[in-house]
C-alpha cells in the first residue's frame, strides 16, 4: 500500500519559499500602509486648510490698513475693531481688539499643524505663506488676497 503525503525534502521547500515569501509580503503591507497614512495625512491638512482659508478670506476682505507687528497680521474692520491672527504653539490665534479697548481679546485657534506663516502686508491686501506639517504629510501654500480698498488702488 502506497502512502499519500510529502516527503521530507518536499516539507522543506515549501517551507523554506514560505520563509521567503513572508518578509515580501509585511515589506508591501508596511509600505502600503505607509502610502495610505501619508495620503490620509495630505487630504487632512489640506482640508484643514481650506476651511481656515476660507474665514481668512472673509474677513481679509472686508479689512484695511494692513500691518504686521512681531509677525502677527493686524488690520481695521469697517466696524473699528482690529483683527489679529498670529502664530502660537504650531496653531493661528484668531483675536480682535474692540474700537474702544486697549487690550485684543478672545482666543480662536483657527488652524493647526503650521510650522511657519508669513503674512506680507501691501496696499491692497495681504500675501499670506503657509505650511502645515503633521507626523504623515506635509502642505505648503502661497496667495494674495485683496483687501476692502482693491478698488481705490486699482483707480489710481
Known amino acids: 500500500m502506497k502512502e499519500q503525503g510529502f516527503t521530507y525534502i518536499e516539507l522543506i521547500i515549501s517551507l523554506s519559499i514560505g520563509l521567503l515569501l513572508i518578509p515580501a509580503f509585511y515589506f508591501c503591507a508596511q509600505l502600503l500602509e505607509k502610502e495610505v ?3 490620509m495625512g495630505q487630504a487632512r491638512l489640506s482640508m484643514e486648510y481650506q476651511q ?7 474677513e481679509v476682505k472686508q479689512g484695511t490698513n494692513f500691518r504686521t ?4 497680521l493686524l488690520f481695521d474692520l469697517p466696524t473699528g475693531d482690529t483683527v489679529r491672527y498670529e502664530l502660537k504653539k504650531r496653531q493661528i490665534i484668531r ?3 474692540k474700537e474702544d479697548e ?24 495681504v500675501s499670506l505663506e503657509i ?14 488676497i485683496y483687501g476692502r480698498d482693491r478698488e481705490i488702488y486699482e483707480k489710481k
Open 102 to 125: 486697549v487690550r485684543f481679546q478672545g482666543r480662536t485657534i483657527l488652524l493647526s499643524h503650521v510650522y511657519f506663516v508669513l503674512f506680507k502686508p501691501e496696499r491692497s491686501g
Open 95 to 97: 483675536s480682535i481688539k
Open 37 to 39: 497614512k501619508q495620503m
Open 69 to 72: 507687528v512681531q509677525g502677527a
Open 52 to 58: 481656515f482659508l476660507h474665514d481668512f478670506q472673509d
Open 131 to 144: 505650511g502645515l506639517q503633521n507626523w504623515y504629510a506635509d502642505f505648503e501654500m502661497k496667495i494674495f
